[in-house]
């Protein structure tokens, strides 16, 4: 079964750091985009952060240019989201979602941070910005 865990979340004052994860079971990452994604109350999901399935290309929302990077670690078969100089307004929950993509795939940065571009879905972690 296809499965895709978040972990890392927490809460962290503002201008603090936390490292969220997205572990893959069931299936190996290796030919897969995936996309970092947050939704806060009453407010539609959105984009945060994607790479490519060999994790050459990247791209990020602006609202957290400069201060989050995606990466990945395909034999451990994990994602990670480094987020440092976190701001209030970060807080959401926040979910990884992969989508199959060979590579050599074209890569659309813009159109890869909508959510309908992914098949998967984790059940999210909680990120908390507060002093």
């Known amino acids: 079964q296809l499965q895709l865990v978040e972990s890392g979340g927490g809460l962290v004052q503002p201008g603090g750091s936390l490292r969220l994860s997205c572990a893959a079971s069931?299936?190996?990452?290796?030919?897969?985009?995936i996309g970092w994604f947050r939704q806060a109350p009453e407010k539609e999901r959105e984009g945060v952060s994607c790479?490519?399935?060999?994790?050459?290309?990247?791209n990020y929302a602006d609202s957290v240019k400069g201060r989050f990077t995606i990466s990945r670690d395909n034999a451990k078969n994990t994602v990670y989201l480094q987020m440092n100089s976190l701001k209030p307004e970060d807080t959401a929950v926040y979910y990884c979602?992969?989508?199959?993509?060979?590579?050599?795939?074209?890569?659309?940065?813009?159109?890869?941070?909508?959510?309908?571009?992914?098949?998967?879905w984790g059940q999210g972690t909680q990120v908390t910005v507060s002093s």
């Open positions: 069931g299936f190996t990452l290796d030919y897969y985009r």
């Open positions: 790479i490519s399935s060999s994790g050459g290309s990247t």
């Open positions: 979602a992969a989508v199959i993509a060979p590579l050599g795939s074209m890569w659309y940065p813009a159109r890869f941070l909508q959510p309908n571009e992914y098949d998967y």
